[in-house]
């Protein structure tokens, strides 16, 4: 059985001899509390130096990195070189390259815990890794370095403040002694009359190590969001004493042991390997042990993100027309036309705004309601998409603050909000709140759509779960495509595949091989070549209206599913073959007793599918970025898709070109493809 001695330099009371296991193998876990006495410390290490297989310690400052070099404590240096034969380690290597990982994967499913804050740093040099990476999240940062250190009343803001500050430390730290009353105790009365101190104390939230947090006074963290490295069990019973709302842990659990931190993490991977671990080893550990989903949030009080019962939308009209929907403009609906152009050019320069909520909508899996807060931008599409992204990019960010304000725990991107240039990326990255698109949703809808349309017309043949056709993707290489397609093999008899680059095609027909083994998957970089033999066609292309295949060749009974926008099939193609079935998209409807003081342009309860998602996210309680980019993951989409069917999602109507499709259209385009098919046979 491996030894791994561990000293934990800061404490003077937590010592034990403990059995633990690591991914089914046992290890001897020694510890020993010194006091920040070294030669205690010296003597400890020298007794088991012969008898463990490595040595851990914590509690002893960091190496401070700055431009052109570092620091490390002569003290620390020393404690590193006590052993000969076996290795010291402290944690700060897995540290360094775990944490800020992990704290960017919390941020993205977290916003609002980390967005748009004052954060504290109790030691910026201590935890510079971390520094760069809050940074990026549009934070005020105060640093309390020159107070930690030398209880000078004031702090350094940003990475070069802090560096010079470290250049004047250095030598200052150099002749000081570790030990408890060195570190200042950042008592709540020490900065009532200092300004700068005042400050710091007034920050949403503090970052700091386990060892910090047992040195220090907490009064001041009653109310306040706590990020640390490991929490122990004496310090959770603290913080919850104290009334710390929120506490961010970073350690990961790995291991059943209250005990168990970085530096003796890191002696654990250190003993599967004889030279020193390295960056390249520490993140091997992070894939093989897929850290990120161990990075937890405890909320002492029922007030974090996932309590919020609101969720925000944005939207935009969809023409010119849609522009006289506005409540100031619909007096002048009669006028749209000499006014149409006019109108567009000069709404476009204003700013996006609050339009109104839907309220009344309840899960039907746990009762939960929740309420939309829907706000429009007021460029059509054409102007979304001539404007630059940056411009667009700003509006949506400016609403998803207001949506903040508000309330809401997430916000959907609507229509064409969600192509403009990334597809949500920077707008979820500049976002108090998570960001989605809703395309997940509107994948699934759009296959509950082609499953109903295809009922309805009652001309292909079904055997159990699958039908005796033929389906075909247009544009199966591109996102919705892609999911499309490895959900309908499954489904059908066969399916075939096609885009205009060959070798995506045949790399998407191996996945969907891996998805369903037994599918029958033909490719091609023509529709044309198959459309006279398929029951079904989704068009899910970037032809921007060009023709992606000949509607005179489609086979009759065929029901045409265009997701596409603009339309792959004209109004005036669909109109040429009245025996073929085109449906444009399913829309949702949203379970509960809807009451919306908004004009979507449906009816009732009836909500776009992108708009859907987002409210099922906070029926579920999930606010994160779940959909983002032209990227659709397939696992999401059936997630989402079981969500649906848990909370009361279902499908509401079926849209054409011209709106609603009807039962008797439905009637009207069977009874032609009925008589066409039956001319064919006779």
Request: charged share 25%.
């Amino acid at each position: 059985m491996k030894h791994i001695l561990s000293i934990a330099y800061s404490r003077d009371s937590i010592n034990f001899d403990e059995i633990i296991n690591f991914r089914g193998e046992k290890f001897r876990l020694t510890q020993y509390s010194t006091n920040f006495d070294f030669d205690v410390t010296k003597d400890i290490v020298h007794k088991f130096e012969g008898q463990c297989d490595a040595i851990c310690i914590n509690g002893i400052p960091p190496k401070l990195k700055m431009k052109g070099g570092a620091f490390v404590h002569p003290q620390s240096d020393r404690i590193k070189g006590l052993s000969r034969g076996v290795p010291i380690v402290d944690g700060q290597l897995i540290k360094d390259i775990y944490i800020p990982w992990a704290i960017r994967q919390f941020y993205f499913k977290n916003k609002k815990l980390l967005s748009n804050k004052k954060m504290a740093f109790y030691s910026g040099a201590f935890n510079s890794s971390l520094l760069d990476v809050v940074e990026e999240f549009d934070n005020e940062v105060f640093l309390a370095d020159p107070y930690f250190y030398l209880k000078l009343p004031f702090n350094v803001k940003g990475k070069s403040s802090l560096e010079k500050f470290i250049k004047f430390l250095a030598p200052v730290l150099k002749n000081l002694n570790l030990k408890r009353s060195n570190v200042a105790d950042f008592t709540l009365s020490h900065g009532e009359h200092t300004p700068h101190l005042k400050e710091f104390f007034s920050a949403d939230v503090f970052v700091g190590n386990e060892t910090t947090f047992n040195l220090i006074d907490l009064q001041h963290l009653r109310g306040k969001t706590v990020v640390i490295d490991f929490l122990s069990p004496g310090l959770e019973s603290k913080f919850t004493e104290i009334g710390v709302k929120d506490v961010i842990v970073c350690m990961p659990r790995l291991i059943d042991n209250r005990h168990i931190n970085f530096s003796v993490l890191h002696a654990i991977f250190q003993t599967y390997q004889e030279d020193h671990l390295r960056d390249d080893d520490v993140i091997r550990w992070i894939e093989k042990l897929e850290l990120s989903s161990e990075l937890r949030s405890f909320s002492k009080k029922s007030s974090t993100s996932a309590k919020r019962e609101k969720f925000a939308f944005i939207i935009h009209p969809l023409s010119t027309d849609h522009l006289f929907k506005h409540p100031l403009l619909k007096k002048f609906s009669k006028l749209k036309k000499p006014l149409g152009s006019l109108t567009e050019e000069v709404l476009a320069l204003s700013p996006g705004f609050f339009y109104g909520t839907i309220k009344g909508i309840k899960s039907e899996k746990n009762g939960k309601g929740v309420e939309g807060l829907i706000y429009s931008v007021t460029e059509t599409p054409r102007k979304l998409l001539e404007k630059e992204p940056q411009t667009i990019y700003k509006k949506l960010v400016n609403l998803a603050k207001e949506a903040d304000k508000r309330g809401a725990g997430i916000i959907g991107l609507g229509a064409y909000t969600k192509i403009v240039g990334d597809a949500g990326v920077t707008v979820a990255n500049l976002s108090p709140i998570p960001v989605t698109t809703g395309n997940s949703l509107s994948a699934a809808s759009t296959l509950w759509a082609a499953k109903f349309a295809i009922e309805k017309m009652g001309l292909v043949k079904k055997v159990g779960n699958t039908y005796l056709g033929k389906v075909m993707v247009v544009g199966a290489t591109g996102s919705i495509g892609a999911v499309s397609a490895k959900i309908l093999a499954k489904s059908w008899n066969e399916i075939i595949l096609v885009a205009p680059r060959a070798y995506k095609l045949l790399e998407l027909k191996e996945e969907i091989l891996n998805i369903a083994p037994n599918a029958e998957i033909k490719i091609s970089t023509s529709a044309d070549s198959f459309s006279h033999e398929c029951d079904l066609i989704i068009t899910t292309t970037s032809a921007q209206g060009g023709k992606v295949l000949n509607i005179e060749d489609v086979k009759s009974g065929c029901v045409i599913c265009d997701v596409s926008r603009p339309f792959d099939i004209s109004l005036e193609d669909s109109l040429l073959r009245p025996d073929v079935m085109v449906i444009a998209s399913g829309e949702v409807q949203l379970p509960g007793e809807i009451k919306s003081n908004v004009d979507l342009g449906l009816e009732g309860n009836i909500v776009y599918a992108c708009l859907a998602e987002t409210a099922l996210l906070a029926m579920e309680g999930k606010l994160e970025s779940f959909t983002l980019s032209r990227n659709i993951n397939y696992e999401k989409v059936l997630e989402i898709d079981r969500m649906a069917k848990d909370h009361g999602v279902r499908l509401s109507c079926i849209m054409g070109h011209s709106g609603f499709i009807t039962d008797e259209e439905f009637e009207l385009c069977r009874a032609h493809a009925t008589n066409k098919l039956s001319n064919y046979d006779s």
